[in-house]
């Protein structure tokens, strides 16, 4: 049995190009690993300075954690709760409840709503919806080996793209799980990684840089994301971890991203007069009004769902969107690639896709 002190009322704690590939990526996880493993503590919130917060930590330390230590559940010890933070989490619930029975504001401890965990789990909805959308990108990643021919230019970058997708939602699965200094860093950058990469592909799908003559333009374009990345983690690890400052760093590069993707469905649809034409820039669309509810940050309902997992399911139907327009329509061969013996599959491909529905790629 928990003990809380008796001023609180105890809350219910409820190929060959593949293999370099996974190299590059295997040896940045691990320079991200290795990098969030340097990083320094969280800033504290309102309710952590809360005198009743502060008061009730300590004598539940005193009641379980010093002589006669409180047993924990394997559940809980296999998702490395602890004695100190069992009674940080009973205490943010107890503490919590006495506020919403006396009609006060709900408060925020360690930078975070006072969520009900489930099995250890502490944010549930968001572990569900991450989850939910690393899934699209595993089977977006199986679409589109089954629908693009390993010919087409843009493969490689379109499997990135769901490889980078995969990490990112894999991270904030473990960070909405258990959250650790260590794994919101790892979030943090995954996250930072995945929004840079939509960057770095945006250009190339649409103004088709894939293509030879532009090969110097791609590696200068390229060597800057990265330079631009490796200088956004420098900053956060190495001069102030600034929650302001990345969260302006993903949504003007997120911003940019929009701006070309819609950008492009404009041009094509006005050129084209073709609804598929228009799907990146209604993703972009989605994806912009789902970005407000990352902005409103209410406190959770039910202490379970707040406006953080909601943006989550929000992103997970225009992922789905996302696989099914990249694996449909797509750009024909260009000269250099329509050579009969090299593209014949890829040709064929593309007359089926998308001559046979009438829809000029
Ligand atoms: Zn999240």
Redesign the pocket.
Known sequence: MWLLPRTHFSSSSSSSSSGSLCRALAIFSFLLFALALLATPTAASRGDRLPEFKDCVQDCKERNCLYEKTPLPLHLRLLLWNCPSECDYACQRSVTVSRVVDGQSIEQFHGKWPFKRLWGVQEPF?VLF?ILNGYVHYVGLKSLKRELPRSYPLYRYYRLFGIFGMFCWLW?TI??MRDFVFTERM?YFS?GANVLYGLYLAPIRIFRLYRPTYARILRIWGMVCIAAYAAHVYYLLGVRWDYAYNMAANVVIGSITNILWTYWSIRHYTRLKSFWAAWPGLIVMWLIMAMSLELLDFPPVAGALDA??L??AATILPGMWWYKYVATFFPPPSLPYALPFATLPLSLHYVLRCRVHVRPC
Do not use: E, K, M, V
Request: charge should be negative.
């Open positions: 968001s991450s904030s960070f909405h979030d996250a953080h997992s943006w989550h």
